[in-house]
């Protein structure tokens, strides 16, 4: 979550746009008016911050510790469906198809209180392979040892 103000440009309101904070430095560079550095993974939200139509965001992914205990895991956000995988398992250190993924539709499960990743097989299947094509590993790099104790409670 996040609140931008700048009267006159950004009107009130709400945006359910999904975005990260990879898309900070696309998005003051168009407000800059200079040219994006090539390589970065983020897009400008300018549009959704003016009230503008934006295209759908490229389905987002981070990494954790392993939610306290274990191996790292990582989730992945495309539209209304978040996947969420607790922990890479069986010594791969990479996003795999076979990955055991939990499944919240966050239009009516903001809160992610129940995995529904049976009933929608297509949607984990699709989730997965996503993940398991991009050039990541399960690895939370910018953990650095720490140990993400929002997550021991909620994922076991």
């Known amino acids: ?24 430095m696309p998005t003051f560079a168009e407000l800059a008016g200079v040219a994006t550095p090539d390589g970065l993974d983020g897009v400008s939200i300018l549009p959704t911050l003016l009230g503008e139509p934006q295209a759908e965001h490229a389905p987002l992914i981070w990494t954790w510790p392993g939610a306290g205990r274990g191996p ?58 996503h993940a398991a094509a991009e050039d990541m590993t399960c690895d939370c790099f910018q953990c650095a040892g720490k140990v993400a104790r929002s997550f021991e409670t909620k994922f076991v």
């Open 72 to 129: 790292s895991g990582y989730a992945i956000r495309a539209g209304r469906w978040k996947g969420v995988v607790p922990h890479c398992v069986g010594g791969r250190r990479r996003p795999h198809p076979s990955d055991a993924m939990q499944l919240f539709d966050l239009e009516v499960d903001p809160s992610e209180t129940t995995d529904i990743a049976a009933g929608h097989a297509d949607v984990v299947a699709r989730l997965r392979a």
């Open 1 to 24: 979550p996040s609140m931008a103000r700048w009267p006159g440009r950004i009107p009130p309101g709400r945006s359910d746009f999904p975005w990260a904070f990879w898309d900070v």
